[in-house]
């Protein structure tokens, strides 16, 4: 079950990023290997397991499609 998590400011971070690098959901979701529903609980603050929150901090922080 999710509930709201301590890091709704992470998930409005990693969509400030996918932004301003003008990254499309689904190709971004694919590439960390997360699917686009888990990217949008992400987003909206809530809580989903920790290694989806690293590999898109990762992807986002050291480049996309390196």
Request: charged share 25%; glycine share 10%.
């Amino acid at each position: 079950m999710n509930v709201n998590s301590d890091h709704p400011i992470l998930g409005a971070l990693f969509e400030k990023w996918r932004k301003e690098k003008d990254l499309n959901i689904n190709t971004l979701a694919k590439e960390a290997h997360i699917c686009t529903t888990t990217y949008g609980k992400i987003k909206k603050g809530l809580d989903v397991r920790l290694s989806a929150y690293q590999s898109l901090f990762l992807l986002l922080l050291h480049g996309f499609g390196g």
